[in-house]
């Protein structure tokens, strides 16, 4: 029974490790991936969003970071 834990532990994180490199962002909670925050009272007020910096989303957990990732251009 704990063998069989252990495989699918296993295959999970194998599957995630492996879904990062043709996905490797995910959208930004506060703003929901538009990269922009609206005020409170005037709702026509914008920002850059404060979590992501105006980009709208976020580097996932474990995903490449060598710039060569699907979806990531260079600067």
């Known amino acids: 029974m704990i063998n069989l834990l252990l495989v699918a532990i296993v295959v999970v994180a194998g599957g995630y490790v492996v879904s990062t490199y043709p996905h490797p962002f995910r959208p930004c909670g506060k703003c929901n991936g538009s990269g922009v925050h609206r005020g409170a009272i ?34």
């Open 42 to 75: 005037y709702r026509r007020a914008t920002r850059r969003c404060t979590g992501c910096r105006g980009r709208g989303r976020f580097r996932r957990i474990g995903a490449p970071s060598d710039g060569r990732a699907f979806g990531e251009r260079r600067r």
